[in-house]
Every structure is written in structure tokens, then in C-alpha cells.
């Protein structure tokens, strides 16, 4: 039996399990639209003034980059803190459209790891995930940060499912978009993190909680920085049968252990089919930072952010920064690949990925900007359905348009071509005949051009 028809079932088993939970929950991949960005912004009440002003730059230049591309949610330690982040707004003429402001205590500025992930429940219903935080295992101070989901869940008005029995940081995975994760056993499954849980039982709550159907496990390296070798500054998933990772020796540089990188590089998606690779460097120097500090280590390019229309990428004043950029642009054609110094954050450990969190576009409402000038494709509603859906979509031309629609093994299960159709509102209706009950991908290509990949789910 193909993998691709476990992964189905598997899913289906967890859909309509009746004994420990009856709810499933998919976290939708960084390249699907996103409603905004969430930041939480440096202050001084942790570790001091020259931290926080060495790290407002960093935070200008990103909001500055985002706010195009779609909102940008910004967490302030305090109302006074919200005024002069203004004012560094306003100074860099960054305008405040498509900003908007929440005061919460927090410890520090690392929201990919103890910020709300938002995921998608089986009745298409968006809700925040809470999982517990402890500081990267008791490294650093934690309890404000903890309390974060909660927070953005009561501002928003958003349900909230409280995970605080699992220890879990968005940093520590990667997704591929069609039910596999690849994380280190070091920063999820150790100890530090998680004492009572059994691998078996962390990966049934990622199972049930993200929608993960395939473990890709390496091992990583306990202790050698704060994150325990998340998984972000090793590789990503550019979509979702492409990894962007270093060669085999930068990879060691990194610490990452040779049967970890074999792993890697063999590593086979949830139809047992091996990932294409594309190689970035490192810095070809080691770091110094903006205020002349030099780190004695390079930096890693593979931590970027994947935001509606722009990419954001770490960069390090390098002359690796050109070529990284480059590489990581042809890898999104529809998106402007923009380097965020991050030298100044880099000697605290992280970068843009880190201090990044994406809201994706609430799709029981689908209501968002649309990603594209020319053309929007909207999530089907119903979905989950067991007759008929419609998938809605917003043409700002009249435009040639077909619509694919695969199984998750990669067959094209229906195709439809419209030689034009008229510039505005359009839909398709869907009907579930020869169709299975299962999870399949759709997309558009209007005149050739391709839309995000959206799910949809068939029960009969």
C-alpha cells in the first residue's frame, strides 16, 4: 500500500477516532497566505538598553518589508515602549496602515518559539494552539512569554486549546505541506523538554494537533546553543518536494552530526519519494556585528520567512548575502526576496525565522488581501464536504483558467478549462463523484500562472 494512501487513512482514523480525541487540527504550511505577521518587539526590561537598541533596526526593517505584503501584528512590552516603536516607525517612514498594536509583558523577542500557531480545525474553523514554553529547557527566563497564545487569544477573540502539557517551539519543525515534518529529537523529544512524554506520545499529540502523518527524526545535538539545534537553522522546506539546506561539510560546521546529515539527505516524502535539494552557503566570513564585534562563527541563510509576496532573508553584510539571496529568489518566482540585517540578533541566536510568526488567511471567512494583482483563489466551502464545495476565486482581468485538483499521492484526480472568464467574482463547484473519501490538493493556473495550493477534504 502507498504511503500516500496511509496518510489518508491515518488521517481519517484520527478524523473520526471517538475514544481520546475527535478533533483534528492541520497547521497550514508558511507558504499558504498568511492574514499577517506577528512580532514581538525588543525592550529593556530583560536584558538592557543596549540589547534593545541593537535589535530595533532589525524590527524597522522587517515591519517595513511586511507591511506591503500583509498586516503586521506588533506586541509591545507597554504603552510606553508602543510610543517610541511608533516613533522609530515614523522616523524610518514606515507607514502604520497595516499595523496594529497589543500590550503584552514579554521576556524576550522570539515569538516563532513561544507565540500562538495557528491551525485549521476539521470544521475549517481557525484556532490558536498553546503549547507549553519553558525557555528552551530552563535556559532562560520564560513565564511572560508562556502566556503569549493566551493573550493573542483573548485580544483577538480567537478559541484557544491549551497543549501546556507538551513543551513545543514552532522553531523546533519543519513542514512540507502534504503531512511531513522533519524536527531533532534534541530540541522536542529530550528531557529538557518533555520528561513524561515517550517519543511515541509526543509525535500522536503533532499527529492529532498539526496534522502530521510522517516523522522525519534527526537527532541533533543537545547543549551546543540555547535552541538545542532547532531545525530551522539547518534546513527548510522551499515546498513541498524541495529542501533547502547546506552541503555536507557546512553542515558539520553547523554541528549537525554526519548520521543526522545522511538522514537528511535521504529523506523521502509521505510517498516514500526523495526530496529534490537545493544547497545554500554559509557566510563566507565569520559574523561581526554592526557594532563591530566579530561572533568567530558564520551564518546561516536557510532561517528566512516566507511572508504573501515578499521572502525575507538573513543577511550579514557577507558577500555570501548576494548569492544566498539569488538562490533563495528563483526559488520563489512570485515573491521579492528582501535581506534583513540580522547581525546584531545573530550573536543572540537567532534570525528571521525565529522572531517571525505567520496568521494564515482565516479561510472560513476568506477574508484577505489578495496575494496576487492579477488573481485570488479563496479556501473551498464546504471543507470538509461529502457532495458538493465551491471554490471561490477573484480575477482583477478576464483570464484563461484551469483547475487541478491531486490526490495526495500526486495524481491529478480532475481537470477543468475555462478558455476566459469574466474579470471579478468567479466559482467552481465541485461534486464529490469518483472521488474517495480523503485529503487532496487543488490549485489554479490562470493564464498559466499558478495559485497557492489549498487542501480539501472529502468525507462520504
Not at 481557525?126 to 497564545?149: K, R
Not at 523538554?193 to 534527526?218: D, S, V
Not at 554559509?282 to 554592526?290: E, F, P
Request: hydrophobic share 35%; aromatic share 12%; charged share 15%.
Amino acid at each position: 500500500m502507498k504511503n500516500g494512501i496511509k496518510t489518508i487513512i491515518i488521517l481519517f482514523m484520527i478524523l473520526f477516532n471517538t475514544g481520546l480525541r475527535s478533533q483534528i487540527y492541520i497547521m497550514p504550511e508558511e507558504t499558504e497566505l498568511h492574514e499577517g505577521t506577528w512580532l514581538q518587539w525588543p525592550h529593556h526590561y530583560t536584558y538592557g538598553m543596549f540589547y534593545r537598541n541593537s535589535l530595533d533596526q532589525t524590527w524597522v526593517d522587517m515591519t517595513s518589508a511586511l507591511i506591503a505584503s500583509e498586516k503586521v501584528h506588533i506586541i509591545a512590552y507597554n504603552n510606553t515602549e508602543k510610543n517610541r516603536i511608533i516613533s522609530l516607525l515614523n522616523n524610518a517612514s514606515v507607514s502604520l496602515t497595516n499595523i496594529d498594536f497589543y500590550i503584552f509583558v514579554t521576556d524576550d523577542v522570539w515569538i516563532r518559539d513561544n507565540g500562538p500557531i495557528f491551525v485549521n480545525n476539521n470544521q475549517n474553523e481557525q484556532v490558536i494552539l498553546d503549547w507549553g514554553f519553558n525557555g528552551w529547557g530552563n535556559d532562560a527566563p520564560y513565564a511572560n512569554c508562556d502566556v503569549i497564545p493566551t493573550s493573542v487569544s483573548n485580544a483577538i477573540g480567537m478559541e484557544k486549546v491549551d497543549l501546556s502539557t507538551m513543551v513545543f517551539e514552532g522553531g523546533a519543525l519543519e513542514l512540507d505541506g502534504r503531512g511531513t515534518m522533519m524536527a531533532t529529537r534534541s530540541s522536542v523529544t529530550h528531557s529538557s523538554r518533555n520528561p513524561n512524554l515517550t517519543e511515541a506520545e509526543i509525535e500522536e499529540y503533532l499527529t492529532t494537533y498539526l496534522g502530521i502523518t510522517k516523522f522525519l527524526w534527526l537527532d541533533g545535538v543537545y547543549g551546543t546553543e540555547i535552541t538545542d539545534m532547532h531545525i530551522d537553522g539547518v534546513m527548510k522546506f522551499a515546498n513541498n518536494n524541495t529542501i533547502v539546506t547546506m552541503n555536507n561539510e557546512d553542515l558539520l560546521y553547523w554541528g549537525l552530526p554526519q548520521l543526522d546529515i545522511n538522514i537528511l539527505f535521504n529523506a523521502t516524502d509521505a510517498d516514500d519519494v526523495i526530496y529534490n535539494f537545493v544547497i545554500i552557503p554559509l557566510t563566507q566570513n565569520d559574523v561581526t556585528t554592526a557594532y563591530g564585534n566579530n561572533l568567530d562563527y558564520k551564518g546561516s541563510y536557510a532561517n528566512y520567512y516566507i511572508a504573501n509576496t515578499v521572502v525575507l532573508v538573513p543577511n550579514y553584510n557577507d558577500p555570501n548575502d548576494d548569492v544566498a539571496n539569488a538562490i533563495i529568489q528563483d526559488l520563489y518566482p512570485n515573491r521579492t526576496v528582501i535581506g534583513i540585517d540580522v547581525r546584531n540578533l545573530y550573536e543572540n541566536g537567532g534570525m528571521v525565522h525565529c522572531v517571525t510568526q505567520q496568521q494564515p488567511a482565516n479561510s472560513t471567512t476568506g477574508m484577505f488581501e489578495p496575494i496576487n494583482k492579477k488573481f485570488n483563489i479563496y479556501q473551498n466551502s464546504p471543507n470538509p464536504f461529502n457532495d458538493y464545495t465551491e471554490i471561490k476565486f477573484l480575477l482583477n482581468e478576464s483570464s484563461a483558467v484551469k483547475l487541478e485538483i491531486y490526490n495526495l499521492s500526486g495524481q491529478k484526480m480532475k481537470s477543468i478549462n475555462y478558455s476566459k472568464l469574466p474579470e471579478g467574482n468567479n466559482s467552481i463547484t465541485i461534486n464529490s463523484n469518483n472521488f474517495e473519501t480523503g485529503v487532496y490538493t487543488y490549485h489554479l493556473l490562470i493564464n498559466g500562472e499558478k495559485s497557492l495550493v489549498k487542501k480539501m477534504i472529502i468525507t462520504k
